[in-house]
């Protein structure tokens, strides 16, 4: 009994810290939800009020009706889906190259993709910007979609999770007459799919969120997504109505958080996959 109540005690700092961590993140998600009921009266009341009395629904279609958010839903679908599809393509492809193929200079490739996660985002924007202007890709969802495809991440992941495969079964279809695409797509993929879907919801969570990048290479109001889009809710007078603001900010949450939520069984077993052998 007093060894029990032992081991409960020693779990209460984790719980306390698991709770501070739910306050930490949970409190301004809350705070974003509700300011998007409120009025600006409300949103800058103190003490602060916690749950509006007159729930302000029209904040949402203020919001709505302030900008094309329509055609920045279609402009984010299709650049996060093409993206992140590019992007897993290419990761799947690359990590199987370096695990599987026997080749001399793979070790020193993979080298380079590790240096390639320490590059900054920020040092390719003006080579990518040329690039993407030599092309005439400006203002297209080539140009958003195309320099965002890097692999070096989801390369080293897969890499990591790869090596864990169980080499009988993988021997048993080469045995079974599986070429290299066969083999990758068939016996391989499958396998690995908690890990894909955890390399997934990283990736469309980072090209949906993504600002810098689509202002810079779009100019037209008609190809921005919806991060940028939010931005068209500010009032340049300095003036900010807030509710509308943070309506138009739960349009850009929302629906990552339910992919999250109907993602999140395969994302610890996935990140587990991906790092159990170097």
Known sequence: ??????????????????????????????????????TNQEIYTFPPV???PNPRWENFVE?????????????????????????????????????FLRVRVAGAAFLLILAALLVPSQVTL???????????????????????A????????????FRTLSREILDAAVIDGCGHL???WQVVVP????????????????KWNEFLWPLVVTNSLDMRTLPIGIAYLYSVEGVMNWGPILAG????????????????????SGIASGAVKG
């Not at 302030?66 to 990761?91: K, Q």
């Not at 799919?193 to 469309?204: A, G, K, R």
């Not at 900010?249 to 610890?268: D, E, G």
Request: proline share 5%; hydrophobic share 60%; net charge positive.
């Open 249 to 268: 900010t739960l349009f850009v949450i929302l629906p990552m958080l339910v992919i999250y939520l109907l993602a999140q069984r395969w994302i610890v």
């Open 191 to 206: 396998l690995s799919q908690p890990v894909m879907v955890t390399f997934i919801l990283i990736s469309m969570v980072s």
């Open 150 to 161: 890097s692999v070096a991440f989801g390369t080293f992941l897969f890499r990591q999770h």
């Open 63 to 99: 919001a709505w009706d302030a900008a094309p958010f329509g055609r920045f839903y279609l402009n984010s679908i299709v650049t996060t889906l093409a993206g992140s599809g590019l992007e897993l393509l290419l990761a799947l492809t690359s990590a199987y190259a370096l695990v």
């Open 1 to 38: 009994m007093a060894e029990r109540l032992l081991r409960r005690l020693a779990h209460v700092p984790l719980y306390l810290l698991l709770a501070l961590a739910v306050v930490v993140m949970g409190v301004p998600f809350y705070w974003v939800v509700t300011g998007a009921l409120k």
């Open 126 to 148: 003006l080579p990518n910007y040329l690039t993407v202007a030599r092309l005439d890709w400006i203002n297209t969802y080539q140009g958003i979609i195309v320099p965002g």
């Open 50 to 52: 916690w749950i509006p």
């Open 182 to 184: 066969r083999l990758l």
